[in-house]
Nanobody
């Protein structure tokens, strides 16, 4: 599958953004999709994931309660609603997909283990 993240931008602390991840390829509805981010000078890290049905989600502690993942299988798109943004959320955000994995399992895969990444989208939160 190919993934394309979009929706990033510049926002003040406390503001909101909604990111989109369009997934091309067959059997999208069988893939769990995860969101990762990479801040300047830091390693890529897991942010959130949603199961193939949308019934299960999993979040990093740093975003729990502020970010919400959702999906529209009819549009082959996964969303990440980000509220109460903080300057430390500034990063390039990427999405990744894996077939048949629970979101909590997807969260444990080191980002370096993914062979390829689609284009990310930059989020900048000003203080």
């Amino acid at each position: 599958v190919q993934l394309q993240a979009s929706g990033g931008g510049l926002v003040q602390a406390g503001g909101s953004l909604r990111l989109s991840c369009e997934v091309s390829g067959r059997a999208f509805s069988s893939y769990s999709v995860g969101w990762f981010r990479q801040a300047p000078g830091k390693e890529r890290e897991f942010v959130a994931a949603i199961s193939w049905s949308g019934g299960r989600t999993y979040y990093a502690d740093s975003v729990e309660g502020r970010f919400t993942a959702s999906r529209d299988n009819a549009k082959n798109t996964v969303y990440l609603q980000m509220n109460s943004l903080k300057p430390e959320d500034t990063a390039v955000y990427y999405c990744q997909a894996r077939q048949g994995l629970l979101p909590s399992t997807l969260a444990t895969i080191p980002p370096a283990n993914f062979r390829s990444w689609g284009q990310g989208t930059r989020v900048t939160v000003s203080s």
